[in-house]
């Protein structure tokens, strides 16, 4: 086995960063291959929790080397802030543990402006974006008037197309929000120096990854968001702009499809999403502020709290189909310990509403269990109906943040 994809199966926050801190023991490389600084993937180790919006997971491990591909975004001051703290923190002391694609898109200043007055005025049509311009960013790249990594690092590439679209956002700006332009000369020196700033990093990603790739090096391919909020797939039109499938990873790294061995499926033992859209078995009462509370539930990028509800299989089968998983990871666990009963959807009626059973709930903490024959009676019933329901094996179970509060059934390295 050389390559696992790592997708969210729900609307995000399932735990993909804590999953890619667990594999990446396995890997020789990590890499991000969509969205940008819109994610929050959070990791606990020793007790510090660090959250990672741009950078992948893989960072907190020294000897793995981290790529960010051409299908992200890259928004240059949360970039280097993001670097600028993990060196602080003692993480990234080696600079070649970090490459960014030539090809990613840059995301603008213009962007995140667009982003947020669009919101704005969005009334009942608002998404609840991140705010982080990813919209915008991804909307530039395929009307073919982006700005690349490539630009930013060659002044007269950066001049040359800064000069050719920064006209078009500020008449769209100002015609269509009456809000105050941009100037030319601000922009330019200012992304030239991030330029500066980042160009040891930069290299031709796709042919380092498909060398890794000729090598049989482990890659782990890290997902951002989640399949609920996919381009295509996902519950349009509140979605992000990216393909966060496993489809993905091979447009988003240059790595062929052919190269993907095992796509792993990170699922919370219960669903969550964050921004507006449908979600069929939402709880908007007691027992959904129980969750939230329980599991914490506020988002890592945006500190908006989370919507939370029950389980929804419906949701995960068409989530396996599209993705084609070999597998799960179930995390937050622990979470569902004390409630007396747990709902879970097996399928939607007629009109969508959600068809509940109810499974017995278990009182007995999860923290002590490394394997699965330890956990209580319930959960494993509950674990079990999940595997058997959707015709996929847990790969890894989660029942806790930290690093270690896991229990590895099949490693897909090593499947
Ligand atoms: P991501 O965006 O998919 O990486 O997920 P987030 O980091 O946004 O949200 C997951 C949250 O749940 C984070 O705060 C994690 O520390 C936490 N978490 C992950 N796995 C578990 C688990 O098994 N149990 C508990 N209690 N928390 C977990
Ligand atoms: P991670 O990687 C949860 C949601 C936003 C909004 C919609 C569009 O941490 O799982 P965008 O800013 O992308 O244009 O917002 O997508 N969203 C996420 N929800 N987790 C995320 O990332 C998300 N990234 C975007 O809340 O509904
Ligand atoms: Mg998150």
Known sequence: MTTTVIVGAQWGDEGKGRIVDVLTNHAKYV??????????????????KTVLHLLPSGILHENVKCVIGNGVV??????????ALLKSNGYLTDDTQLTLSLGAHVVMPYHKLIDKLREDGAGGSKIGT???????????????????????????????????????????????????????????DKYLKFGAELKKYVYDTVVLLNMAVANRDNILFEGAQGTGLDVDHGTYPFVTSSSTV??????????????????LGVVKAYTTRVGSGPFQT??????????????????ATTGRARRCGWLDLELLRRSSMINGLSGIALTKLDVLTGFDKIKVCTRYEDDLTPHYIEMPGWKEKLDSADSVEKLPSNARRYIEFIQEQLQLPIAILSHGPARGSEIMISNPFKS
Do not use: W
Request: negative net charge.
């Open 31 to 48: 890499v991000r291959f969509q969205g940008g600084a819109n994610a929050g993937h959070t990791i606990v180790v020793d007790g510090k």
């Open 74 to 83: 890259i928004d240059p001051e949360v970039c280097l802030a993001e670097i």
């Open 130 to 188: 991140t705010g982080r311009g990813i919209g915008p960013c991804y909307e530039d790249k395929v009307a073919r008037r982006g700005i690349r990594v490539e630009d930013i690092i060659d002044e007269n590439r950066l001049r040359e197309r800064l000069e050719y679209v920064l006209p078009q956002m500020n008449l769209y700006i100002e015609k269509v929000f009456g809000a105050p332009t941009f100037d030319f000369n601000e922009i330019f």
């Open 246 to 263: 496993s489809g993905g990873a091979a447009s988003g790294s240059g790595v062929g499809p052919t190269a993907i061995d095992y796509v």
């Open 282 to 299: 939402e709880l908007d009462d007691a027992m959904g502020r129980k969750l939230r509370e329980r599991g914490g539930e506020y988002g």
